[in-house]
């Protein structure tokens, strides 16, 4: 099966410039999320959908950062100004199982696409 | 709040054995997962613990203890390959996962 495709792998940007990130899950995958990692950190979730509704956003820096799902399938993120500490790596990843039906839900990654603010 | 914690770095001899351990205190628990991060790529799965006890899959294993929030990641015969950032993650009760900041494991020949 293929896997979960992002664009673009490497994006450079000047500070207060606006980038947009794409995914698209492996389909038939009803959940979809996008982390940002840090170098030397962990993932960090910033959204999480469920077909196209939005299960958790607590994270998102909604000033700046925004993300939709339109027809429950591929997924933008945008970031809108950036600042210096947006440089990172975006993930985008999906799962087959929907939230809170069970435990065992893999994700699978995408290979991401690093943003660096200038 | 809930945590994940982890070894910030390891070293280990290619040939040789590394356990590498991680301790959480979260919200409920609905499993424990291990992904490998290779540098610059995505995290794959490795394993995946919601009992008690060892898992094992081939070089690689996993172990839980829920009571003492404990998990380990055991890798055998390592080979230089095996070279990546382990990240151990929690599923706590809203099964939402937590991530820890990843073990960076450095294979030496």
């Known amino acids: 099966e293929a896997g979960v495709a992002q664009s673009p792998r490497y994006k450079i940007i000047e500070k207060r410039q606006s980038v947009a990130f794409w995914c698209n899950p492996i389909s038939g995958h009803a959940t979809l999320y996008w982390y940002q990692q840090i170098l030397g950190q962990g993932p960090k979730l910033l959204i999480q959908f469920q077909n196209n509704g939005v299960v958790d956003d607590s994270q998102l820096p909604k000033d700046r950062f925004s993300a939709e799902r339109l027809k429950g399938v591929d997924s933008t993120l945008k970031i809108q100004p950036a600042k210096l500490e947006d440089s990172a790596v975006y993930l985008c990843?999906?799962?087959?199982?929907?939230?809170?039906?069970?435990?065992?839900?893999?994700?699978?990654f995408g290979a991401g696409s690093r943003l660096t603010v200038l | 709040g809930q945590n994940i914690d982890q070894p910030t770095e390891m070293t280990a001899t290619e040939g040789a054995i590394v356990q590498i351990n991680c301790t959480y205190q979260?919200?409920?628990?609905?499993?424990l997962f291990w992904y490998q991060q290779h540098a610059g790529e995505a995290p794959t799965f490795l394993s995946y613990n919601v009992l008690d006890g060892l898992e094992e899959k081939g070089r690689f294993s996993s172990f839980l203890s829920r009571s003492k929030g404990y998990s380990y990641l055991l890798l055998k015969e390592l080979q230089m390959k095996d070279s990546a950032s382990y990240l151990c993650?929690?599923?706590?009760?809203?099964?939402?996962?937590?991530w820890g900041a990843g073990t960076k494991l450095i294979i030496k020949p």
């Open positions: 990843a999906s799962s087959l199982a929907l939230t809170g039906s069970s435990g065992a839900n893999v994700l699978t």
């Open positions: 993650a929690v599923m706590d009760s809203n099964y939402q996962l937590i």
């Open positions: 979260t919200s409920g628990f609905n499993g």
